[in-house]
T-cell receptor
Framework: DAGVTQSPTHLIKTRGQQVTLRCSPK?????VSWYQQALGQGPQFIFQ???????QRGNFPDRFSGHQFPNYSSELNVNALLLGDSALYLC?????????????FGNGTRLTVT | AQSVAQPEDQVNVAEGNPLTVKCTYS??????LFWYVQYPNRGLQFLLK??????LVKGSYGFEAEFNKSQTSFHLKKPSALVSDSALYFC??????????FGAGTTVTVRA
């Protein structure tokens, strides 16, 4: 049973560029959330997708956008990259109907903006 | 707004000694509390949760946590720490729509 998988593992981009990160949720999960973890900090919530719609959004600018596909996989897009966007981006999934169950996290994508 | 605080950046213990990692929370309504562990260059692994019920929650790898409503705390404990427990630990609180708010994390170092 595959857990949450993210690609790519590492990515290096230049300021001003655009990036797309991908996530496949754990089998049986239909809800995907994205978190940004800057170095030395706790993860910060970006947004959450369920039924292909953005359900909640954290305090992130519109440069951060996402999408969920019919197979529940998800993408995180970041436009006009800034140096401060350098971080570990974590995807998490769960079954929306299992309210007491925890989020399951992937190993993340390490984004470096130069 | 919900939040958690982890007052200690680092905790150092000797192998075999008890380990405690502190967490306090602030929520309106009933708290949904979680502990996660993160090893270098990895994602977060779920350890345990408190939703309702017994104040002492048992989780993975011998960890447990004590929920204290009057002190708004949810401290993580392990009776006998192992060197392999050395990692970064996060406390988190969840809202009704599954959004997690994390603490800043506590680095645990267990020396042999």
């Amino acid at each position: 049973d595959a857990g949450v998988t993210q690609s790519p593992t590492h990515l290096i981009k230049t300021r001003g560029q655009q990036v797309t990160l991908r996530c496949s949720p754990k089998s049986g999960h239909d809800t995907v959330s994205w978190y940004q973890q800057a170095l030395g900090q706790g993860p910060q919530f970006i947004f959450q997708y369920y039924e292909e719609e953005e359900r909640q959004r954290g305090n992130f600018p519109d440069r951060f956008s996402g999408h969920q596909f019919p197979n529940y996989s998800s993408e995180l897009n970041v436009n006009a990259l800034l140096l401060g966007d350098s971080a570990l981006y974590l995807c998490a999934s769960k079954d929306w109907g299992a309210s007491g169950s925890p989020l399951h996290f992937g190993n993340g994508t390490r984004l470096t903006v130069t | 707004a919900q939040s958690v605080a982890q007052p200690e950046d680092q905790v150092n213990v000797a192998e075999g000694n008890p380990l405690t990692v502190k967490c306090t929370y602030s929520v309106s309504g009933n708290p949904y509390l979680f502990w996660y562990v993160q090893y270098p260059n990895r994602g977060l692994q779920f350890l345990l949760k408190y939703i309702t019920g017994d104040n002492l929650v048992k989780g993975s790898y011998g960890f447990e946590a004590e929920f204290n409503k009057s002190q708004t705390s949810f401290h993580l404990k392990k009776p006998s720490a192992l060197v392999s427990d050395s990692a970064l630990y996060f406390c988190a609180v969840r809202d009704n729509d599954y959004k997690l708010s994390f603490g800043a994390g506590t680095t645990v170092t267990v020396r042999a």
